[in-house]
């Protein structure tokens, strides 16, 4: 039996996260439809999915892939910081 790929693991896992990160935003916005914020469930489970995609870029050595999620990750943690300063002066 070969040993487990650890690598597809990082990509399964990555794909998992960014592709269901947006399920909280969304019972959040069902739940109450005047939220005005993005709910940190969605932000950081889209933010850990963006981070293994930027490991997983690193270790395919494809700057295509570290680069986009480079981008994504940086936007995402700007949206956080600001949205965690703006709940912190309600």
Not at 48 to 77: E, M, Q
Request: net charge positive.
């Amino acid at each position: 039996m070969p040993g487990f790929n650890w690598w597809a693991a990082v990509g399964v896992a990555a794909a998992a996260l960014t592709s269901t990160s947006f399920v909280p935003q969304l019972l959040l916005r069902l739940r109450r439809p005047d939220a005005a914020r993005m709910s940190f469930g969605t932000l950081g489970t889209f933010l850990a999915g963006v981070t293994l995609w930027g490991v997983y870029g690193i270790y395919l050595r494809d700057w295509i892939i570290i680069g986009a999620n480079l981008f994504i990750f940086l936007n995402l943690a700007a949206i956080a910081i600001v949205q965690i300063v703006q709940e912190k002066k309600k």
